[in-house]
């Protein structure tokens, strides 16, 4: 929560609009593109949600089947808890790609202003609720919207969901095009039916060098300062604790949960 949702979610937009999107739109004459200026709001938002949201189940079902565009995604995959922090769990270059390609055409194809915060908006809200650890059964509708019962699987670990509902806010995509995923009821309530099947670092900035380079927890223990700051966060989660007189989290226990995950039917082969 406090990496992830709060400080790269802040620092990230200011990078993303004053850097990225504002001297795109100042040093570039986009006035013969920019046709959806004469749209009303609404159709606006519309346009944006639909165009954005096929390009987004396009690229983030490419990551599942890139080598280093995964290396970008699967810190999103990598918490054993799921539920609406979850959806801003993002590698840093995963935001600044996707939220660009978001943001940059509503202003410099002459959107409304407004449509930025509007979308920016149902984004949170569609990111808190399709990934809240709570029952939801949308009926017909499931055609339609994404929903908790669709991408809880995506964040299952197991590899029959590996390439499944890759859909962020219609789910309509994995049903056109052959991805869904949907076996009636949730994947489960222990920890190792989440995440990755692989060790991954719980660390913000260990989790970004570990998608550049590989390495084994394990092996740096034996340098100082690696011990050091690999203690740095459970300590300071121990010292909150006993604060709030809690149990002491164990730091082996905390980083190294081990992953098993039970035998389930093998879904055919989608692609
Ligand atoms: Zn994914
Ligand atoms: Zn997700």
Do not use: C
């Not at 795109?24 to 200026?37: A, G, H, P, R, Y």
């Not at 509708?141 to 991408?151: I, V």
């Not at 690999?230 to 149990?247: A, E, H, M, T, V």
Request: glycine share 4%; net charge positive.
């Amino acid at each position: 929560m406090v990496w992830y949702t709060l400080i790269q979610s802040y620092v990230l937009k200011i990078v993303i609009f004053d850097y990225i999107i504002m001297p795109l739109q100042k040093n570039f004459d986009w006035s013969d593109i920019q046709f959806v200026k004469h749209w009303s709001v609404p159709v606006q938002v519309l346009f944006f949600l639909v165009m954005h949201d096929l390009y987004i189940y396009l690229f983030h079902r490419f990551q599942h089947s890139n080598k280093i565009f995964w290396r970008i995604h699967e810190a999103h995959h990598s918490g054993k808890e799921v539920d609406f922090l979850a959806g801003s769990r993002s590698h840093v270059l995963e935001i600044i790609i996707n939220q660009t390609i978001e943001f940059a055409p509503i202003i410099i194809l002459g959107a409304d202003p407004v449509v930025v915060p509007i979308k920016a908006m149902l984004d949170a809200m569609f990111g808190m609720f399709i990934h809240a650890n709570i029952k939801v059964r949308l009926g017909k509708l499931k055609y339609l919207f994404n929903s908790p019962e669709l991408h809880l699987w995506h964040h299952a670990n197991y590899r029959e969901v590996f390439h499944a509902n890759f859909s962020t806010k219609f789910a309509t995509w994995d049903y056109l095009f052959g991805t869904v995923y949907d076996p009636g009821h949730s994947p489960g309530d222990q920890p190792e039916n989440w995440g990755l099947y692989y060790d991954y670092p719980k660390d913000y900035f260990l989790q970004h060098v570990f998608s550049v380079k590989r390495f084994n927890e394990q092996n740096l223990l034996k340098y100082k300062w690696f011990k050091w700051y690999y203690n740095l966060r459970p300590g300071i989660i121990n010292s909150i604790k006993g604060f709030w007189k809690r149990k002491p989290v164990n730091a082996e226990h905390h980083f190294h949960i081990k992953t098993k995950a039970p035998q389930l039917p093998v879904l055919e082969e989608n692609e």
